[in-house]
């Protein structure tokens, strides 16, 4: 006998669900890829694109995913050894220096640890030092995925602007947009990147990048600029075939029309966002509970620098990595694995998941989560104080008060 029997839920940071009618609307034929229907689609959806970033200025759409749309943004801004500081709060803004460093940008971190946002005074501190402003970007994840900081971008804005800096500001949104409230207009952000899988609800296969004139400027001298990889005319497309450098993504495009119209068209952005708030204050009080004097914690302390799309959490004495099967073998949920916190050959290792509540997610799949890890918590012994998935229902119930439904 198994409880796992019945629809399974992946609750892991990207991909994330996929709403049936994403799924239903890419269920169709090979279109015409010269007019018709495609087109106009391709032309909405970038204009939603636009909207969902509250982005005024540009955006170029590639076949790839995260890695390909960071090498897009690395490649279009950077020459070999122009100087570039990483804000790194988790492995995934360590990645995207890595993926900098290989193609011979020359890359300064900023390490902020594991368990902290960037620091804004850090921040306007090393730009001051920087006399000569040879720092050409700042960049960040506004969530590490892995850690699941997330970092205050439009204070860091601030930081670069006290420090009189012209440096670029680029953001990786990927585990954010769509779920975390994000200005890129208001907020001063130069160049941000996102992909399908996550909080925009759509298959793994799809990359995005949004950036100002101020960013196609520095494009143009760019002389890691590959004609694969060039942002202008995907952006600003003569023929329709230079939005996608070839054949469009096509089935991928009618996902994602469909998947950008639940969001702004139906649910609205901001109601979005208050969704994912009220979900990651469920998820973040059932674990406050079940630590109350156990060997149980949230990642990161500070509520205000907690993402809304995906929780990092530790459960000692190897308690996470033993729940996450139990959950998967006896419940059909999947947890994230702890990514970055401890090294997969590290003794403790097995005491770090993630829990997603990002995209296509509501009150009864992140409680049914949180129950269902009690479940797993009490069946393996693991020590924890009964009743966090009680703290998380009143959280739920608080948010639909607050929002008068
Ligand atoms: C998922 C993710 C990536 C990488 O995306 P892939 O599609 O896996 O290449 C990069 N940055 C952040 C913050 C992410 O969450």
Redesign the pocket.
């Known amino acids: 006998m198994s409880l796992a029997n019945g629809r399974p839920y992946l609750a892991i ?2 991909p994330s669900t996929m709403p049936d009618r994403v799924l239903g609307a890419m269920h169709r034929g090979a279109p015409n890829i010269y007019e018709g229907k495609l087109i106009e689609e391709t032309a909405q959806i970038v204009a939603d694109l636009k909207r969902v970033a509250l982005c005024s200025s540009n955006v170029a759409i590639y076949i ?7 090498e897009a943004v690395n490649t279009n801004l950077f020459s070999r050894g122009d100087k570039v500081l990483v804000l790194a709060t988790g492995r ?2 360590m ?2 220096a890595r993926g900098l460093s290989e193609l011979g940008v020359d890359v300064e971190i900023l390490d902020f640890g594991l368990q902290s946002p960037a620091d804004p005074d850090r921040v306007s501190e090393r730009l001051r030092a920087d006399r000569g402003h040879t720092i050409k970007a700042v960049l960040i ?6 850690s699941s900081i997330r970092s205050d971008v439009a204070a860091l804005r601030g930081a670069i602007d006290a420090a009189a800096h012209p440096a670029l500001f680029g953001v ?5 947009l769509g779920c975390d409230m994000f200005r890129f207009d208001d907020w001063g952000v130069d160049v941000m ?1 996102s ?1 399908s ?2 909080g925009l609800m759509t298959p ?1 296969g799809l ?1 995005f990048v949004w950036f100002n004139d101020k960013a196609l400027a520095a494009s143009k001298t760019a002389d890691l600029r590959t004609p694969y990889w060039n942002w202008e005319p995907r952006a600003t497309p003569e023929q329709y075939w230079q939005h996608f450098n070839g054949t469009a993504p096509t089935h991928h495009l009618f996902g994602l029309g469909e998947a950008l119209r639940m969001i702004l068209d139906e649910e609205g952005l901001e109601a979005v966002w208050a969704r994912h708030t009220a979900l990651a204050g469920a998820t973040h009080a059932a674990f406050a509970h079940w630590g109350q004097g156990h060997d149980i914690a949230l990642n990161v302390a500070d509520p205000r620098a907690r993402s809304h799309s ?1 929780t990092a959490a530790r459960i000692g004495n190897g308690g996470a990595g033993r729940l996450r099967k139990w959950c998967e073998d006896q419940a059909g949920v999947t947890l994230g694995i702890g990514l970055g916190m401890a090294e997969p050959d590290a003794p403790n290792y097995g005491d770090f998941l993630r829990v997603a509540h990002m995209g296509h997610v509501n009150a009864h799949m992140t409680l049914g989560v949180l129950a269902v890890m009690e479940a797993g918590m009490i069946a393996l012994d693991i020590p924890h104080t009964a009743g966090g998935a009680t703290a998380a229902a009143r959280v739920v119930a608080a948010a639909t008060r607050n929002h008068g439904l």
């Open positions: 940071p990207g790839g995913n995260g890695h390909a749309a960071w995934f803004g990645n995207w994840c506004q969530t590490d995925t892995a990786d949104c990927i585990a954010s990147v992909g899988q996550k793994p990359g995906v």
